[in-house]
Nanobody, 129 residues
Framework: QVQLLESGGGLVQPGGSLGISCTAS????????MGWFRQVPGKEREFVAV??????????HYADAVKGRFTISRDRAKNAVSLQMNSLKPEDTAVYYC????????????????????WGQGTQVTVSS
């Protein structure tokens, strides 16, 4: 069984930066897919970014809403994934959930949370002045 433990998050002003991280304990290996979704109360969860093993290296995928502002990275040795968020906007405010899949998901399956096997507890990110 895999457990995902998130860290980071908090309050930041618009235009600021924040990093969140997630460490997986268990059997999720390099071939798995890891990343982040987010959810605002009353709204559906939203894909943010994931990173997967592809072509001999890690390949990131981003939602259009965060492309160019967020950077996802993976530490193979620590079995961890991080999300660096820059130029934050109030609309980025949400609970951010770490996700992981045992297998390397094909691109068409990255966007739906239903395709991920494990979820973290979530960490709150609030962008406000």
């Amino acid at each position: 069984q895999v457990q995902l433990l998130e860290s980071g998050g908090g309050l930041v002003q618009p235009g600021g930066s924040l990093g969140i991280s997630c460490t997986a304990s268990g059997r999720t290996g390099t071939s798995g897919t890891m990343g982040w979704f987010r959810q605002v109360p009353g709204k559906e969860r939203e894909f943010v970014a994931v990173i997967r093993w592809s072509g001999g290296g890690f390949s990131p995928h981003y939602a259009d809403a965060v492309k160019g502002r967020f950077t996802i990275s993976r530490d193979r040795a620590k079995n961890a994934v991080s999300l660096q968020m820059n130029s934050l906007k109030p609309e980025d405010t949400a609970v951010y959930y770490c996700v992981a899949a045992d297998s390397r998901l094909i691109v068409s399956r990255l966007w739906s949370g239903e395709n991920y096997d494990y979820w973290g507890q979530g960490t709150q990110v609030t962008v406000s002045s």
